[in-house]
């Protein structure tokens, strides 16, 4: 067959030479062959999708040791009811790691353009500038757009990530999935796609009302004695105080900061999240 179509497009061959070719095996075609395959290399097999993405990203894991404001560890929460089965709302949550300020937005399946719209939406509400940005292994954070995001940001951003399966390297913000997510939305399955704006507008306040409102205390010291540990934590403050405190953070920042503590009360904010 492949002969046939061979002399269709080139010509006749000579039949002695016909011959020859229908009957040479095929470990005389890869010997005869072999000087003319030398000339064009095979072509190397790159990874592709999330494992090559995971390759590019190192692994942070230990206790965080951070001076200034904009490490970031993020996570996301599915809304599904217990059956990961089908399209249900997904949150994304990023928490700072020295002023604990935490944000959190509500999209539709966990998509890397989803997510990564998300991720923009909070880095411009955030009151400082995003120095590092670590994950868990999950393909809405493992993805080309996002690395070559940070890495060619006006400032780069670290991109590091979390080992599989070890959830106590992303201790901070898992602990926000507790006390933020499913405190307000608790573990129902939301399945109807409009419901991500209207849960936006309410989670937008939510997060505001947390900030500003919702002191937080963090591990000073954690010493093993016998069978126990002994923690000690520092004064409760709320984040947006942590940033005040914080002399890394711009005037302008601050002042945006007040003119939300000035404008805002915690009673009607917190009236009007539930509203929401």
């Known amino acids: 067959v492949y002969v046939n179509s061979y002399e269709k497009r080139q010509g006749p061959l000579d039949p002695n ?23 064009s290399p095979r072509r190397r097999c790159h990874p592709m999708g999330v494992a090559a993405v995971r390759k590019e990203v190192p692994i942070r894991a230990g206790e965080w040791q951070v001076t200034e404001p904009g490490w970031m560890e993020a996570d996301t929460v599915a809304h599904c009811g217990g059956n990961m089965a089908g399209n249900f709302v997904w949150s994304l949550t990023m928490t700072d790691i020295l002023t604990e300020w935490t944000e959190i937005r509500v999209m539709w399946n966990r998509g890397a353009a989803a997510t990564f ?29 996002l690395l070559d995001y940070c890495r060619t940001a006006f400032r780069p ?44 507008q309410a989670i937008r306040q939510w997060s505001l009302w947390k ?23 520092d004064r409760p403050r709320t984040p947006a105080q942590r940033v005040l405190e914080c002399s890394l953070v711009s005037k302008d920042q601050k002042a945006r900061i007040r ?14 999240v539930e509203t929401a």
């Open 211 to 233: 900030n500003l409102y919702s002191p937080v205390m963090k591990l000073v010291s954690k010493k093993h004695i016998g069978h126990r540990y002994r923690k000690r934590y």
């Open 17 to 39: 030479v016909r011959q020859l070719l229908l009957q040479v095996s095929a470990s005389s075609m890869d010997r005869l062959l072999k000087p003319k395959r030398v000339l």
């Open 259 to 272: 003119a939300w503590l000035a404008t805002t009360d915690c009673f009607t904010l917190k009236q009007n």
């Open 117 to 145: 719209e998300r991720i923009k939406d909070i880095e411009q509400i955030l009151p400082f500038s995003m120095r590092g940005f670590d994950s868990d292994n999950g393909p809405e954070f493992m993805n080309w757009h």
């Open 157 to 200: 951003i670290s991109f590091t990530r979390s080992r599989p399966y070890q959830k106590n390297d992303n201790a901070h913000v898992e602990q926000k999935n507790g006390t933020h997510v499913r405190g307000l939305l608790g573990h129902e399955r939301i399945e109807d796609p409009e419901c991500v704006e209207a849960l936006n």
